[in-house]
């Protein structure tokens, strides 16, 4: 049956509509030499304006972005973009491009903001899918035949290889398949198609997000036929005929979301067979096409195209910064930094998985600082999961957000991006009034002291699915006199981008075993974190046992506290294992920590305990504590090692009284309490409704300028409570810990362990505030028997650290 060749060749794309009328059935093949010129771009009906940012365009437009150089009925050419899904109406990006036979396109590497395009002039462009700019990479000619043009170009998301395929103008020579470096314009020859063979002539390929490549043939004897190519071989699979009567120019892509093939074609398709584009989805099966209706304005022609999607990544990825050796950042993640912030580093010191985490410090000067992810394609449904800590000062002037840029549009925050938190969320709403942090008046993690790593879950925007996203964690400071101190800002460790996790409680320990060293005779206690990674509340409670968790109970020399509670999703608590070593010969002693939780897949965690008790060294008599640089040889009150006055060993008692024992830090002496006493601070038992109890109370030395307290914490309630510091913990004027005037009952004392309860108090000998610890070791239960080991200050009104 005679029909109509096509006078193709993409060189006639720009004629087809002025010859249209003089088309007939008849038309004969021309060579590339006979063709006359194509006429050159014209720019009328272009918008001169600021255009918008491509992901404002896809939010308008619709869920499939394409991009394109489109020529309108009118003729006049534009690079636009508009929704292959529905697509009657394009937006223009700016005029065409002076090269106007770029009859080819890919997106590279799910890097959406710039398409490359190839065309006559056989050289690699790019095409900013923001403003349209064009940037030349290099000379890209067919290497198999002079003869050869470039008729179609894509990226394989499975081999990261640009698949390019050439034919020769004359028709019936054949077409190969070549590979192009998208970096330098390499050409390399892959194979000739189906073997040489002249039966094929494809107008534009598509590779899916399997790798698997597919093109549209315009001759006979497979004229309009769907036709799979094998990138390895160049072999040519039929797969059927399309039914459509398409000639020159057309447009062929995945939309790799959702592996949907999509085809801008053009020809006699229009009412009574009138020359017009029109947008079909085409089943790789079969070859039969569904028409969504006329391409944009009417029936443009549509060339180059390319589909700003990506296949949804089933892959988790996970990041704990562990792989890189501090300072420096992992492969693909950045940082930036404005106004008064330090970038983002990583650090050992404070971290979720060892040895390092991402930090960045609060500072005292207005500026923000953000740490950004590498890009991914996530998969519907997806879940980003990170666990991060913070000590920033109490009120929230600083703070943390997390946000959300997609195909490259602006970040925003996430929850306005359309996310949402299963747990760990946003913990306080930051001041805007005042101070110049950037971030302004807006939910955040912010505020006072997360001493634990919270494990924050966020279900991520639908329109993330199968396209290209970046997070940043975006941290703003103002302008302050007041910071954490020591080590302070926001700690970033384990993010975990994948499917969504375990919709009720769900159980975490932070080590599958425990070791411990106790000299003989103290009590020494080493924590374990349990965390919530769950969705729903998580109760548990602990319990040792000899040798197995079935066989509870016979280890009274071993203590968890707390011994039982519950966390809320995402929240994580230390869970203090102490060693009384009063009753333990020095060696090797084992035990099992048995935690149980209300997680079905983790009812029961059995954590060995394995405690060293050592002999106590013999005290040489001269000296309180050894022979320390800077000792005098006196104890009690007065030995002094530079500006810091240490009591040396006390051992002081606490009756279990009212009274209790009175201690005046400067001077050293201490009795019961009186209504005469001049002191510092005053532990004493009172009864709080379950027995006596050991409480504390901070005294203002009957001095005015002295009104001050005790350091405390706060819990998850917001009710306040003293904090027993370890090790490594400082006091000073802006300690994360806060001060109270009243008297409060040490609930939340380790029993039976040592620890530090920090002071502030006025020294009347050199007439300022000092800061300093009280060293205690308190009994079970209520605090009962208390002794006061020993304390120290630093009189010069310096902080001071706990050693």
């Given at each position: 049956?005679?029909?109509?060749?096509?006078?193709?060749?993409?060189?006639?794309?720009?004629?087809?509509?002025?010859?249209?009328?003089?088309?007939?059935?008849?038309?004969?093949?021309?060579?590339?030499?006979?063709?006359?010129?194509?006429?050159?771009?014209?720019?009328?009906?272009?918008?001169?304006?600021?255009?918008?940012?491509?992901?404002?365009?896809?939010?308008?437009?619709?869920?499939?972005?394409?991009?394109?150089?489109?020529?309108?009925?009118?003729?006049?050419?534009?690079?636009?973009?508009?929704?292959?899904?529905?697509?009657?109406?394009?937006?223009?990006?700016?005029?065409?491009?002076?090269?106007?036979?770029?009859?080819?396109?890919?997106?590279?590497?799910?890097?959406?903001?710039?398409?490359?395009?190839?065309?006559?002039?056989?050289?690699?462009?790019?095409?900013?899918?923001?403003?349209?700019?064009?940037?030349?990479?290099?000379?890209?000619?067919?290497?198999?035949?002079?003869?050869?043009?470039?008729?179609?170009?894509?990226?394989?998301?499975?081999?990261?290889?640009?698949?390019?395929?050439?034919?020769?103008?004359?028709?019936?020579?054949?077409?190969?398949?070549?590979?192009?470096?998208?970096?330098?314009?390499?050409?390399?020859?892959?194979?000739?198609?189906?073997?040489?063979?002249?039966?094929?002539?494809?107008?534009?390929?598509?590779?899916?997000?399997?790798?698997?490549?597919?093109?549209?043939?315009?001759?006979?004897?497979?004229?309009?036929?769907?036709?799979?190519?094998?990138?390895?071989?160049?072999?040519?699979?039929?797969?059927?005929?399309?039914?459509?009567?398409?000639?020159?120019?057309?447009?062929?892509?995945?939309?790799?979301?959702?592996?949907?093939?999509?085809?801008?074609?053009?020809?006699?398709?229009?009412?009574?067979?009138?020359?017009?584009?029109?947008?079909?989805?085409?089943?790789?099966?079969?070859?039969?096409?569904?028409?969504?209706?006329?391409?944009?304005?009417?029936?443009?022609?549509?060339?180059?195209?390319?589909?700003?999607?990506?296949?949804?990544?089933?892959?988790?990825?996970?990041?704990?910064?562990?792989?890189?050796?501090?300072?420096?950042?992992?492969?693909?993640?950045?940082?930036?930094?404005?106004?008064?912030?330090?970038?983002?580093?990583?650090?050992?010191?404070?971290?979720?998985?060892?040895?390092?985490?991402?930090?960045?410090?609060?500072?005292?000067?207005?500026?923000?600082?953000?740490?950004?992810?590498?890009?991914?394609?996530?998969?519907?449904?997806?879940?980003?999961?990170?666990?991060?800590?913070?000590?920033?000062?109490?009120?929230?002037?600083?703070?943390?957000?997390?946000?959300?840029?997609?195909?490259?549009?602006?970040?925003?925050?996430?929850?306005?991006?359309?996310?949402?938190?299963?747990?760990?969320?946003?913990?306080?709403?930051?001041?805007?009034?005042?101070?110049?942090?950037?971030?302004?008046?807006?939910?955040?993690?912010?505020?006072?002291?997360?001493?634990?790593?919270?494990?924050?879950?966020?279900?991520?925007?639908?329109?993330?699915?199968?396209?290209?996203?970046?997070?940043?964690?975006?941290?703003?400071?103002?302008?302050?006199?007041?910071?954490?101190?020591?080590?302070?800002?926001?700690?970033?460790?384990?993010?975990?981008?994948?499917?969504?996790?375990?919709?009720?409680?769900?159980?975490?320990?932070?080590?599958?075993?425990?070791?411990?060293?106790?000299?003989?005779?103290?009590?020494?206690?080493?924590?374990?974190?349990?965390?919530?990674?769950?969705?729903?509340?998580?109760?548990?409670?602990?319990?040792?046992?000899?040798?197995?968790?079935?066989?509870?109970?016979?280890?009274?020399?071993?203590?968890?506290?707390?011994?039982?509670?519950?966390?809320?999703?995402?929240?994580?608590?230390?869970?203090?294992?102490?060693?009384?070593?009063?009753?333990l010969p020095p060696g090797d002693h084992s035990a099992v920590l048995c935690i149980t939780t209300s997680d079905p897949e983790h009812a029961?965690?059995?954590?060995?305990?394995?405690?060293?008790?050592?002999?106590?060294?013999?005290?040489?008599?001269?000296?309180?504590?050894?022979?320390?640089?800077?000792?005098?040889?006196?104890?009690?009150?007065?030995?002094?090692?530079?500006?810091?006055?240490?009591?040396?060993?006390?051992?002081?008692?606490?009756?279990?009284?009212?009274?209790?024992?009175?201690?005046?830090?400067?001077?050293?002496?201490?009795?019961?309490?009186?209504?005469?006493?001049?002191?510092?601070?005053?532990?004493?038992?009172?009864?709080?409704?379950?027995?006596?109890?050991?409480?504390?109370?901070?005294?203002?030395?009957?001095?005015?300028?002295?009104?001050?307290?005790?350091?405390?914490?706060?819990?998850?309630?917001?009710?306040?409570?003293?904090?027993?510091?370890?090790?490594?913990?400082?006091?000073?004027?802006?300690?994360?810990?806060?001060?109270?005037?009243?008297?409060?009952?040490?609930?939340?004392?380790?029993?039976?362990?040592?620890?530090?309860?920090?002071?502030?108090?006025?020294?009347?000998?050199?007439?300022?505030?000092?800061?300093?610890?009280?060293?205690?070791?308190?009994?079970?239960?209520?605090?009962?028997?208390?002794?006061?080991?020993?304390?120290?200050?630093?009189?010069?009104?310096?902080?001071?650290?706990?050693?």
């Open positions: 049956m005679a029909r109509r060749i096509p006078l193709f060749l993409p060189t006639f794309a720009a004629l087809t509509l002025a010859c249209a009328a003089q088309a007939d059935d008849g038309a004969s093949f021309r060579t590339r030499t006979t063709l006359p010129s194509p006429q050159p771009a014209r720019e009328t009906g272009v918008a001169a304006a600021p255009q918008p940012t491509p992901r404002a365009i896809h939010q308008l437009l619709g869920a499939v972005p394409a991009y394109a150089l489109e020529m309108t009925l009118s003729f006049s050419r534009q690079y636009s973009t508009f929704d292959i899904s529905s697509p009657a109406n394009s937006t223009a990006i700016g005029p065409q491009p002076s090269e106007g036979t770029l009859w080819t396109s890919t997106f590279v590497g799910n890097d959406f903001s710039k398409q490359y395009v190839l065309g006559d002039q056989n050289v690699l462009r790019t095409i900013d899918t923001a403003d349209a700019t064009v940037t030349d990479i290099g000379a890209a000619a067919p290497s198999a035949d002079e003869g050869e043009y470039w008729v179609g170009m894509r990226w394989d998301p499975t081999t990261d290889k640009v698949f390019a395929v050439a034919c020769n103008h004359v028709v019936g020579v054949g077409c190969h398949l070549y590979t192009i470096d998208p970096a330098t314009a390499a050409v390399a020859l892959v194979a000739p198609l189906a073997g040489g063979s002249a039966d094929y002539l494809p107008v534009d390929v598509a590779i899916n997000s399997a790798g698997e490549m597919y093109a549209v043939s315009i001759i006979d004897p497979y004229d309009n036929y769907l036709i799979k190519i094998d990138t390895g071989t160049g072999d040519v699979q039929v797969i059927g005929p399309t039914g459509v009567n398409a000639a020159y120019a057309q447009g062929l892509d995945f939309d790799k979301s959702t592996d949907t093939l999509y085809w801008a074609a053009f020809g006699a398709l229009g009412a009574g067979g009138a020359f017009q584009g029109k947008v079909y989805t085409v089943d790789v099966a079969s070859g039969a096409v569904t028409e969504l209706g006329p391409t944009p304005n009417g029936g443009s022609e549509i060339w180059a195209l390319a589909i700003a999607t990506a296949a949804p990544s089933n892959e988790s990825h996970a990041w704990n910064f562990d792989d890189v050796t501090a300072p420096a950042l992992p492969t693909g993640w950045s940082t930036s930094a404005d106004g008064g912030d330090s970038a983002w580093t990583t650090q050992t010191d404070v971290f979720d998985s060892a040895p390092n985490a991402a930090h960045v410090p609060e500072v005292l000067e207005p500026g923000e600082a953000s740490l950004y992810s590498p890009v991914v394609t996530p998969a519907a449904g997806a879940e980003l999961a990170f666990r991060h800590r913070w000590a920033l000062e109490t009120s929230p002037y600083d703070g943390g957000v997390l946000e959300i840029s997609i195909d490259g549009a602006p970040f925003e925050d996430i929850l306005a991006a359309g996310g949402s938190f299963v747990s760990g969320g946003y913990t306080n709403t930051m001041f805007g009034c005042c101070g110049g942090n950037p971030l302004g008046a807006r939910e955040a993690w912010a505020g006072r002291t997360q001493e634990t790593f919270l494990n924050t879950r966020v279900t991520l925007p639908a329109a993330a699915a199968g396209h290209a996203v970046q997070f940043r964690w975006r941290f703003g400071t103002d302008q302050s006199t007041v910071s954490a101190p020591g080590a302070n800002g926001w700690w970033i460790d384990s993010v975990t981008l994948g499917a969504a996790g375990p919709s009720g409680p769900a159980a975490a320990l932070s080590a599958a075993s425990l070791a411990l060293a106790a000299p003989a005779g103290a009590t020494v206690a080493e924590p374990i974190v349990l965390t919530d990674v769950g969705a729903a509340a998580l109760d548990y409670s602990t319990a040792f046992a000899a040798s197995d968790c079935a066989a509870p109970g016979g280890v009274s020399w071993l203590s968890s506290t707390p011994a039982a509670g519950q966390l809320a999703a995402g929240a994580s608590t230390r869970l203090w294992v102490a060693v009384d070593a009063s009753s029961l965690f059995s954590v060995p305990v394995t405690a060293t008790v050592t002999a106590s060294p013999a005290s040489d008599g001269l000296f309180c504590s050894g022979f320390e640089s800077g000792e005098d040889g006196r104890c009690g009150a007065g030995t002094v090692v530079g500006d810091v006055v240490r009591s040396g060993p006390l051992n002081w008692p606490v009756p279990v009284d009212l009274d209790g024992i009175a201690i005046d830090l400067v001077t050293g002496a201490h009795g019961p309490w009186s209504e005469d006493t001049v002191a510092d601070i005053n532990l004493y038992a009172n009864d709080d409704g379950s027995g006596e109890a050991l409480y504390v109370y901070w005294y203002s030395d009957l001095v005015t300028q002295a009104g001050v307290g005790g350091v405390v914490d706060v819990d998850g309630s917001g009710g306040i409570r003293y904090s027993v510091l370890q090790s490594g913990a400082q006091i000073g004027q802006y300690s994360t810990v806060f001060f109270a005037p009243t008297s409060t009952s040490l609930d939340n004392w380790l029993a039976g362990a040592t620890g530090y309860l920090g002071i502030q108090f006025y020294n009347e000998q050199t007439g300022q505030v000092n800061y300093g610890y009280v060293h205690l070791r308190a009994g079970g239960g209520a605090g009962f028997p208390a002794t006061v080991l020993d304390y120290a200050y630093d009189r010069s009104g310096n902080a001071i650290t706990i050693p």
